[in-house]
T-cell receptor, first 110, second 114 residues
């Protein structure tokens, strides 16, 4: 069973700062997902990646398959980026579905 | 497209009661999933389906049942509700396996069992 660890658990930063959230997992995967959950609960997919790097606006996600590690970066952070960011990996072992980290609670102060 | 819809949004059940959480998607996705989210914990997979008529257990299936008679609908049944089933339940769907496709989530159902 894959174990997914995220750090930090909580992060408070000032508007404009560069944000990094880390994710590590224990067993090889076919894909890693980054998700965003806003207060009120809705979950939105940000990225799905299996190698290298992806960029969408001010968000960048990278993955190192050999080191079993991924990072999510936010450039020029804004209060509207305040949310819980969740890392998830394919469950594997013949089953489909995702195995999730506990999430990183990000607050961006004006 | 409405995407993934779930009903109800909130529900309070008494211990021992039963209920069905509804989930529907209009994206013609074959793969559908049920997760539960407990405070301070990551989401956990309850059941999933790779197509109509095909379902399989996830990590935490005890106390739940599912069926998949159509591509669109994937209801989750709770029999004999217990306080341990108090949680937020999310339904999700993909075009294909999670190793190759992003997931689309419903808005969630907040269930309290007292």
């Amino acid at each position: 069973k894959n174990e997914v660890e995220q750090s930090p658990q909580n992060l408070t930063a000032q508007e404009g700062e560069f944000i990094t959230i880390n994710c590590s997992y224990s067993v090889g995967i076919s894909a890693l997902h980054w998700l965003q959950q806003h207060p009120g609960g809705g979950i939105v997919s940000l990225f799905m990646l299996s190698s290298g790097k992806k960029k969408h606006g001010r968000l960048i996600a990278t993955i190192n398959i050999q080191e079993k590690h991924s990072s999510l970066h936010i450039t020029a952070s804004h209060p509207r980026d305040s949310a819980v960011y969740i890392c998830a990996v394919t469950s594997g072992g013949g089953a489909d579905g995702l195995t999730f980290g506990k999430g990183t609670h990000l607050i961006i102060q004006p | 497209n409405a995407g993934v819809t779930q009903t109800p949004k909130f529900r309070i059940l008494k211990i021992g009661q039963s209920m069905t959480l509804q989930c529907a998607q209009d994206m013609n996705h074959n793969y559908m999933y049920w997760y539960r989210q407990d405070p301070g914990m990551g989401l956990k997979l309850i059941y999933y389906s790779v197509g109509a008529g095909i379902t399989d257990k996830g990590e935490v299936p005890n106390g739940y049942n599912v069926s998949r008679s159509t591509t669109e609908d994937f209801p989750l049944r709770l029999e004999l509700a217990a306080p341990s089933q108090t949680s937020v339940y999310f339904c999700a769907s993909n075009k294909g396996p999670t190793g190759a496709y992003e997931q689309y989530f419903g808005p969630g159902t907040r269930l309290t069992v007292t």
